[in-house]
């Protein structure tokens, strides 16, 4: 985890990770878009606080993204946990959302400041995933096809069938 005694040594984003992680029991990384490709955002801090796993979202406005794990991370911090292929019906006016778990081999390219906190990627994190307006998943036949690379599909580990080829050729 963070290390409070090395914190001179640390840049300002280090700080604010392990102080947010400290105070809060999370931090929130939100990470730009890229050309044409999808911004994500994703926690660090609920493995050390609640072993939860961490979560992790694609494709929506920055923003939001940031408050919808936040708001999260409220419910694991009052007892709520959230697995693999759970259907979230709250999260999202009208949409359910689905988590999956993400390969650890994508955890260099998506979570880079998670692996620097954990030192390694012993830490377990889960996708959140929003439908299409018919309610289907991007693994679902009939998803909407233009949403596709909004979201890439991390709990699969080849970067062709996770559709995350294009995404990360040009990280």
Request: glycine share 8%; net charge negative; proline share 6%.
């Given at each position: 985890?963070?290390?409070?005694?090395?914190?001179?040594?640390?840049?300002?984003?280090?700080?604010?990770?392990?102080?947010?992680?400290?105070?809060?029991?999370?931090?929130?990384?939100?990470?730009?878009?890229?050309?044409?490709?999808?911004?994500?955002?994703?926690?660090?801090?609920?493995?050390?606080?609640?072993?939860?796993?961490?979560?992790?979202?694609?494709?929506?406005?920055?923003?939001?993204?940031?408050?919808?794990?936040?708001?999260?991370?409220?419910?694991?911090?009052?007892?709520?946990?959230?697995?693999?292929?759970?259907?979230?019906?709250?999260?999202?006016?009208?949409?359910?959302?689905?988590?999956?778990?993400?390969?650890?081999?994508?955890?260099?390219?998506?979570?880079?400041?998670?692996?620097?906190?954990?030192?390694?990627?012993?830490?377990?994190?889960?996708?959140?995933?929003?439908?299409?307006?018919?309610?289907?998943?991007?693994?679902?036949?009939?998803?909407?096809?233009?949403?596709?690379?909004?979201?890439?599909?991390?709990?699969?580990?080849?970067?062709?069938?996770?559709?995350?080829?294009?995404?990360?050729?040009s990280a």
């Amino acid at each position: 985890m963070g290390d409070e005694g090395c914190k001179h040594d640390l840049n300002e984003a280090s700080r604010k990770v392990i102080h947010d992680v400290n105070t809060y029991g999370w931090h929130v990384v939100k990470v730009s878009v890229r050309d044409e490709h999808p911004g994500w955002a994703f926690s660090i801090g609920l493995f050390h606080t609640f072993r939860h796993p961490e979560l992790l979202m694609f494709g929506l406005e920055l923003d939001l993204m940031h408050r919808l794990i936040n708001s999260l991370g409220e419910e694991v911090r009052g007892g709520r946990r959230f697995t693999a292929d759970f259907e979230h019906d709250d999260l999202l006016k009208n949409y359910r959302c689905a988590f999956k778990p993400v390969d650890p081999v994508w955890y260099p390219e998506v979570l880079g400041f998670a692996t620097w906190y954990y030192k390694g990627s012993g830490f377990p994190t889960l996708q959140c995933f929003w439908p299409d307006k018919q309610q289907r998943y991007p693994w679902q036949p009939g998803f909407e096809s233009s949403l596709e690379s909004h979201q890439p599909l991390l709990f699969r580990r080849d970067p062709v069938e996770a559709r995350a080829e294009a995404l990360f050729a040009s990280a």
